[in-house]
């Protein structure tokens, strides 16, 4: 009897890989058919065999030096999708027929994972607009303003840290888990109008759920791998975009803020959370069947802001000292800049107005975010037949990946393109894209929300630290990257020594 359950079942799935086999071959011809060059795919990966053991952003990395061409074809293991290298085509996508590319291709299922698949960016149109429209107000420049002081106390944080651990106690640093504190401190104020200091006290709710969320190990990576480069398997196994652990923590906090709020009777700052609260109670919400589920969307967006502020802004802090230890010159410049704007306040730290002012700060900023864009392709699913084209038509249900590391080391746009040069950005405004070859932040109505709030938190940190520190290298000038996350992150967490200034 077993063994004929066993052999019953052994016929199963061979049968399953048989038909799995045929139908992928089958798709393997889509883009020779349609005059696409393409990347030759390997069986039941496609062109995702180097999942878990390369990074993302190295693959798209590789990618562009092996495909000059405009557009090529790729396949997500048996789903053909199109990558975008030029800026033009970038646009159109992106801008010009965002009509037929109004969602993203990563999703999730809104049974089983609701903030995973409630969040701004996941969430599909319309539903997108909605809650966009809702949640842009709490971004506001005087929203920012307010939010550059809790900034700037966390920076003070930053430093005692550093002077604590890696000056006084001469410990190595990890550049990233040190910066991922400091964001961490600033959104818990942001979402739940809680101030806490995980920098002085080692602990916080915040840091608590993002250990789980953004812990790359293999599983985690995998699982996170699987919701951008082929969902439906993600949505079979049930998985969970932000991490089951880190969705329980969400969801404790998220109902402690708000029984604490109806206690006190207090509604809150002008947090994320009190302001969802708010347009929920105003009707303004997306109404849908089901008691919960505007909570469930409440907490969604909670769950992705402390994601999104985390993981890409503390990956571009540790990258701007990593550059800065290997250019003294530049940071010499910087010192200067810094130093003069300080004077001229009168002031010990940077506020809002003046750290606007540093124009340098922004050129290394922005020129860090070109080398190392924290995320390496920006995704869109064709929801609409579009002409990309004169030669090439997009079929509904295609996704289509920009790939924002090609654009930005293309050596037509910005020569010497492996190199970190400052100077290129000088002048350079935080809204600018210079004529679409700059877009670490995405393009499009589905841009980074966070873009301002992400550059003041940069800026405020990094002046910090600059005023009181000489950067040097700690080790050669190559991070490798961690082969388990999608978002470019230092394999080792990044090291640099600091060396007090006088
Ligand atoms: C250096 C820091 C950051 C970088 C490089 C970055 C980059 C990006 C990119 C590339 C996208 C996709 C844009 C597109 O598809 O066109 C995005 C979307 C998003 N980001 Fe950021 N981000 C950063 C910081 C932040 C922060 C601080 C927050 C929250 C406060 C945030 C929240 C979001 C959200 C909610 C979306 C989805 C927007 C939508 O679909 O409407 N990000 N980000």
Redesign the pocket.
């Known amino acids: 009897m077993i063994a004929s359950i066993i052999q019953l079942f052994l016929v199963f799935i061979l049968s399953c890989l048989t038909l799995f086999y045929f139908f992928s071959r089958s798709n393997y011809g889509y883009w020779k058919k349609r005059g696409v060059p393409y990347d030759q795919p390997k069986l039941f990966f496609g062109s995702l065999s180097f999942l878990m053991r390369t990074s993302a952003w190295d693959v798209f990395y590789d990618l562009s030096k092996k495909y000059k061409c405009d557009y090529f074809g790729i396949f997500l293991s048996w789903k053909p999708a199109l990558v975008i290298n030029s800026k033009e085509l970038a646009k159109k996508v ?1 801008v010009k027929e965002n009509d037929s590319y109004q969602d ?1 291709y990563i999703s999730s299922g809104a049974e089983d994972d609701p903030l995973g698949a409630l969040n ?2 996941t969430i599909k149109s319309p539903q ?1 607009m909605q809650i ?1 429209h809702e949640i842009t107000p709490t971004l506001t420049s005087m929203r920012l303003k307010a939010i550059t002081e809790i900034m700037n106390s966390n920076a003070t944080e930053v430093v005692n840290r550093i002077q604590k651990d890696h000056v006084d106690s001469n410990k190595p640093v990890d550049l990233k888990n040190l910066f991922s504190m400091y964001t961490s401190d600033t ?1 818990a104020y ?1 979402v739940f109008g809680i101030r806490v200091s995980s920098l002085k006290e080692l602990t916080s709710p915040v840091l608590a759920i993002t250990r789980y969320m953004i812990r790359w190990n293999f599983w985690r990576g995998l699982e996170f791998t699987l919701f951008f480069l082929l969902p439906a398997v993600a949505k079979f196994f049930r998985m969970k975009l932000l991490s089951h652990t880190a969705n329980e923590y969400i969801k404790k906090l998220y109902h402690e803020v708000v029984a604490e709020r109806e206690k006190t009777g207090q509604t809150g700052d002008k947090d994320l959370v009190s302001h969802l609260l708010k347009s929920n109670a105003n009707s303004k919400l997306p109404a849908e069947s089901g008691s919960q589920y505007a909570e469930k969307l409440m907490m969604a967006q909670a769950g ?2 402390i994601l ?2 985390m993981e ?2 503390s990956t ?1 802090m540790s990258y701007i000292l990593y550059e800065l230890a290997h250019h003294p010159d530049e940071q010499e410049k910087l010192y200067e800049e810094l130093s003069a704007a300080l004077n001229e306040s009168g002031k010990d730290v940077l506020d809002y107005d003046d750290l606007l002012k540093v124009k340098y700060l922004t050129a290394c900023i922005h020129e860090t ?1 070109r080398l190392h ?3 390496p392709h ?1 995704d869109r699913m064709c929801n609409k037949k579009c002409q990309l084209t004169d030669e090439l038509t997009i079929e509904a249900g295609t996704p289509v990946f920009v790939n924002v590391v090609s654009i930005h080391y293309n050596g037509d746009y910005y020569p010497d393109p492996e190199q970190w040069r400052p100077e290129r950005f000088n002048d350079s405004t935080d809204t600018d894209n210079h004529d679409f070859t700059f877009i ?5 109505p ?6 301002r ?2 550059m003041m ?2 800026r405020a940190v990094i002046a910090q630290i600059i005023k009181k520190y000489r950067i040097k290298p700690d080790g050669p000038h190559t991070w490798q990257t961690d082969p388990y996350s999608v978002f470019l992150r230092p394999k080792h967490g990044g090291r640099v020594k600091f060396i007090p200034r006088s």
Not at 440 to 444: A, L, Q, R, T
Not at 446 to 451: A, E, P
């Open positions: 992106l993203r701004l960016f997108w966009r959104i942001n992705f802001f999104g502020a890409t802004s571009t975010l864009p924290p995320v920006l670490p932040f995405g393009d499009g589905r841009f980074c929300i966070g873009k709030y992400a938190q940069i």
